[in-house]
Each structure stands twice: as C-alpha cells, then as structure tokens.
C-alpha cells in the first residue's frame, strides 16, 4: 500500500504553495478607499479657502 501512494504523490507532484505576499484584496481596496477621500477632502478645502479668500467683505 505505501508503494501505491509513494507512485500517485510522485505522479500528482507536491501541493502548490500559496502566495502570501501583499495585502488581501478587501484590505488593498479599503486603504486606496481611504487615500481617495482624503484627496478628494483636501480638495475641497482648498477650492473653500480660495473661494472664501477672494469673497468681497462688507
């Protein structure tokens, strides 16, 4: 019996292994989620104090 699975682990090969390098991809997509609304918040306070900046005062 140990010689037919020494012959079917020889025909099959070793299992393959997994790559675990990096971030899973729910983690990878929430971080560049998080970047963008930064972004887009930086944005918007900029385009604010330049819009305020620029308003006539009373």
């Known amino acids: 019996m140990k010689i037919l699975h020494l012959m079917?682990?020889?025909?099959?090969?070793?299992?393959r292994r997994r790559n675990q390098r990096g971030l899973s991809q729910s983690t990878e997509t929430a971080i560049l989620l998080g970047g963008a609304v930064l972004v887009a918040g930086a944005v918007v306070l900029a385009v604010t104090v330049y819009v305020n900046a620029k308003l006539p005062r009373p």
Not at 8 to 15: E, I, S, T
């Open 8 to 15: 079917v682990a020889a025909l099959v090969g070793p299992p």
